[in-house]
């Protein structure tokens, strides 16, 4: 299934709690990114924030989710197996919030 922009800003609200509950640094989502055929970029701004870009059209969810969890993993500096229990921990929060508004409806 193809991600939407619903999808897209749902996600960007589900990590965001899920990061901001571990104390980490929650980038800014937005999409697409600026640079042509990018699938996914960073920038970093002063002051230790960042925004990621991820291009959603076209593209399944699940590549889209993907993006988004690796930008918080990176935004962090977050490596090794620290890094494997964050995206696990972000992917529970995003499937969690997917099941819970499924439910709802």
């Known amino acids: ?3 939407t922009a619903l999808h ?6 589900t990590l965001g709690g ?14 697409p990114p600026r640079r042509p055929g ?3 970029t960073l920038r970093r701004w002063p002051g230790g924030g960042a925004t990621v870009s991820v291009e959603v059209t076209g593209r399944p969810r699940e590549a ?6 690796e ?10 197996p620290d890094a494997t229990r964050l ?8 499937l ?10």
């Not at 995206?87 to 995003?94: P, Q």
């Not at 997917?98 to 409806?105: D, G, L, P, R, V």
């Open 1 to 3: 299934m193809e991600a």
């Open 8 to 13: 897209f800003a749902a996600v960007a609200r």
């Open 18 to 31: 899920a990061a901001r509950a571990r104390g980490l640094v929650v980038p800014a989502f937005r999409s």
């Open 38 to 40: 990018a699938s996914r």
């Open 64 to 69: 889209v989710v993907a993006d988004m969890v």
């Open 71 to 80: 930008g918080v993993v990176v935004v962090n500096g977050v490596t090794g």
């Open 87 to 94: 995206r696990t921990l972000l992917w529970e929060a995003v």
């Open 96 to 105: 969690a919030a997917s099941t819970a508004s499924a439910e709802a409806a």
